[in-house]
C-alpha cells in the first residue's frame, strides 16, 4: 500500500509539472504571437505619413468646397451688376451655368474626398470601432454620390466592413490590415474622383472655369455697351459702369490664381495618393510626394484666405 501510495505521488507530481509546463508554453506561444502580430503594425512613420495625407486632404476638400460655392456667388454678383447695367440678355438663373445642379455634383466630389481622409485618420487613431464603422459607412456612401465613379458592391462590402479590434494585441495588426485594405480597393476611386476636381479648375477645360470665364467676359461686354450709352456727366452711370469693369478684373484675376493652385494640389493629391498606396504596404517608405503635396496644399490654404478674405 505504502509503495503504491508513494508511486501515485510521484506521478501526480510528474502529472502537475506536465500541467504547468503547458500552460507556460501556451503562454509563451501567446506572448510570441502577441509580439508577432503588434510588429505586423503601422510603424511610427507610416502612422505620421497617413496622418499628414489626411490633415492636407481634409484642407484640400474644405478650399475646393468653398470655391465652388464662392465662385457661384461670383457669378450671381456678376450677372446682378449686369442686369443694373441694362443688359436684357441676362439668364433667370443668375448663377448662370453655375446651376445648383451642377454645384452639387462637383460637392459631392470633395465631400468623398473628405470622408476618405477622415476614415484614415479614424484608422490610425484610438477612434472606437462603433466609429470607424460609421467613417468607412459614410465614405461609401459619398463616393457613390461622385458622378464619374462607379464602386461596386464588392469594393463597397470591403470598406464597409473594416472595423478595428479594441482591447485585445490584435489591434495593431488589424488596424494596419484595415488601412491598407481601404486605400487599395479606393485607390481608383480616389484617382478618378482628384481627376473630376482639377478638369473643373484647368483653364484648357469647358468645365467650371470656362462658364466662371463666360460669366467675367459677359459683364464686360456689358459694361462697355452701357459705356457707349451713358454720357460722360452721368456720374452715377459711369460708376456703375466703371464698378463692372473693376469687378470683372478682380474676380478674373483672383480665380485664375486659385485655380491654378488648386490644380496644382490635385497633381500632388494624385501622387501622394500613390505614394501612400505603396507607403503602407512597405516598412521602407519614401514620403517625397506626401510632403509636397502637403506643401503644395498649405500654400494653397494661405494664398486662398488672402484672395477670400474680403
Not at 304 to 309: E, G, I, K, M, T
Request: with cysteine; hydrophobic share 45%; charged share 20%.
Amino acid at each position: 500500500m505504502c509503495a503504491s501510495a508513494m508511486t501515485f505521488g510521484r506521478v501526480w507530481k510528474v502529472g502537475v509539472h506536465m500541467q504547468r509546463w503547458k500552460r507556460s508554453l501556451e503562454s509563451i506561444a501567446g506572448l510570441v504571437l502577441a509580439i508577432a502580430f503588434l510588429g505586423c503594425g503601422l510603424t511610427v512613420k507610416q502612422q505620421a505619413a497617413i496622418d499628414l495625407f489626411s490633415a492636407a486632404t481634409l484642407d484640400f476638400a474644405t478650399v475646393g468646397r468653398s470655391e465652388f460655392q464662392q465662385s457661384r456667388a461670383d457669378v450671381t454678383e456678376m450677372n446682378t451688376r449686369r442686369l443694373e447695367l441694362g443688359d436684357d440678355s441676362v439668364p433667370d438663373d443668375l448663377a448662370g451655368l453655375l446651376t445648383i445642379e451642377r454645384t452639387m455634383v462637383r460637392l459631392a466630389a470633395l465631400e468623398a474626398l473628405q470622408e476618405y481622409a477622415q476614415l484614415l485618420g479614424a484608422l490610425v487613431s484610438t477612434t472606437p470601432p462603433g466609429e470607424v464603422k460609421a467613417a468607412s459607412d459614410s465614405f461609401v456612401a459619398s463616393l457613390r454620390k461622385v458622378r464619374g465613379v462607379s464602386l461596386n458592391d464588392t469594393d463597397a462590402s470591403t470598406i464597409g466592413r473594416v472595423v478595428v479590434l479594441g482591447g485585445t494585441f490584435l489591434i495593431e495588426y488589424k488596424r494596419k490590415k484595415a488601412v491598407q485594405e481601404v486605400v487599395e480597393v479606393a485607390h481608383p476611386h480616389i484617382l478618378t474622383t482628384i481627376e473630376l476636381v482639377k478638369q473643373d479648375f484647368d483653364a484648357d477645360s469647358d468645365f467650371w472655369s470656362a462658364g466662371y470665364r463666360q460669366a467675367t467676359q459677359d459683364l464686360r461686354g456689358a459694361a462697355a455697351a452701357a459705356g457707349a450709352d451713358v454720357p460722360a456727366q452721368d456720374v452715377t452711370g459711369q460708376a456703375l459702369i466703371k464698378g463692372a469693369k473693376v469687378l470683372a478684373t478682380e474676380n478674373s484675376a483672383r480665380f485664375t490664381v486659385v485655380s491654378a493652385q488648386i490644380t496644382q494640389a490635385a497633381d500632388r493629391l494624385r501622387e501622394a495618393q500613390q505614394n501612400l498606396r505603396f507607403a503602407v504596404h512597405s516598412n521602407e517608405i519614401g514620403s517625397q510626394d506626401i510632403d509636397e503635396y502637403v506643401s503644395s496644399v498649405n500654400e494653397l490654404v494661405a494664398i486662398y484666405a488672402l484672395l477670400r478674405s474680403r
